[in-house]
């Protein structure tokens, strides 16, 4: 028993060695199948996906996303479809991180559902030439990085969605339209803000939902972050400012070295924590605070 313990775990890095090329085998006959345009035998190979232990690294090294996806838009075989779906969906789980947003992942199944079934996620076609180049810019942003390969999402697809829930809100392609549009752009193609794209091509944020998000809404977490603090920090100085402060002689000004000072205290967080001391340099203007 020992022996065959061992030869078992020896066996391992073959064992996944021999997964992958698997995956690439079937990934090669769905894309004949593709090219071909007969799906004949999909199923049978989309059911032997679903029984392989599927990995993050898996997934980007064979872009086996890409080829499911492709037979899934192919199919008229609504089992072949089904299941292809299925799969895409328990993949896609692999790319959520811990630091997505909480309401990303409250709005994660309204979202995903959003995306397929309703009507303002369907893209019309159009021959307008502005808005045929907005699609292709906005699936190009989408391309940025490998997730969408991951994931087996169809950037021209989504682009189009989210052109089409913008040109139906505003009904024109004016300034205003161009500027929503290289909103989205700009904050898709943010490399300090992956989450975002990351939430667009997995379905947690819908592409009507997308099309209408605020400047604040998109940020990343950090800057977020930041313009709570800013704004904790204007009140704090209102505060201040209603208050007026206290005249002392009791502190040194760190910057000019004078003890012509004004503190304010304020209570900035629980009831039983200590208060935060603000100071203010009557000479120079210096500012500094302390608990």
């Given at each position: 028993r020992e022996r065959e313990r061992e030869r078992g775990a020896a066996a391992d890095p073959a064992a996944a060695m021999?997964?992958?090329?698997?995956?690439i085998r079937i990934a090669k006959k769905m894309d004949k199948m593709v090219q071909k345009k007969n799906a004949g035998g999909a199923l049978d190979l989309l059911k032997e996906l679903k029984n392989m232990p599927m990995t993050l690294e898996l997934?980007?090294?064979?872009?086996?996303?890409?080829?499911?996806?492709?037979?899934?838009?192919?199919?008229?075989?609504?089992?072949?479809?089904?299941?292809?779906?299925?799969?895409?969906?328990?993949?896609?789980?692999?790319?959520?991180?811990?630091s997505n947003d909480k309401e990303s992942e409250d709005k994660k199944k309204e979202s995903a559902s959003s995306s397929q079934n309703s009507p303002e996620a369907r893209e019309e076609s159009t021959s307008d030439s502005v808005r045929m180049k907005c699609r292709e810019m906005l699936a190009a942003a989408l391309k940025t990085g490998d997730?969408?390969?991951?994931?087996?999402?169809?950037?021209?697809?989504?682009?189009?969605?989210?052109?089409?829930a913008i040109f139906q809100e505003l009904k024109n392609t004016d300034m205003k339209y161009k500027n929503r549009v290289r909103s989205r752009i700009a904050n898709l193609k943010d490399t300090k803000n992956p989450n975002l794209r990351k939430n667009v091509l997995c379905g947690n944020i819908s592409p009507d939902r997308f099309a209408k998000m605020?400047?604040?809404?998109?940020?990343?977490?950090?800057?977020?972050?930041?313009?709570?603090?800013?704004?904790?920090?204007?009140?704090?100085?209102?505060?201040?400012a209603k208050t007026g402060g206290t005249q002392t002689d009791l502190f040194t000004c760190g910057k000019c070295k004078k003890k012509n000072c004004t503190y304010t205290q304020v209570q900035t967080r629980s009831a039983d924590e200590p208060m935060t001391t603000f100071v203010v340099c009557n000479e120079c203007g210096n500012r500094w605070k302390f608990c």
């Open positions: 021999s997964t992958e090329d698997e995956i997934l980007q090294s064979t872009r086996i996303g890409m080829s499911v996806n492709a037979i899934r838009k192919q199919s008229t075989d609504e089992e072949v479809t089904s299941l292809a779906k299925s799969l895409i969906k328990s993949w896609k789980k692999l790319l959520d991180g811990p997730d969408y390969i991951a994931i087996g999402a169809d950037e021209e697809e989504l682009g189009s969605q989210i052109e089409e605020s400047a604040e809404e998109m940020a990343s977490d950090e800057l977020k972050e930041m313009r709570k603090n800013l704004t904790k920090e204007a009140i704090r100085e209102h505060q201040m």
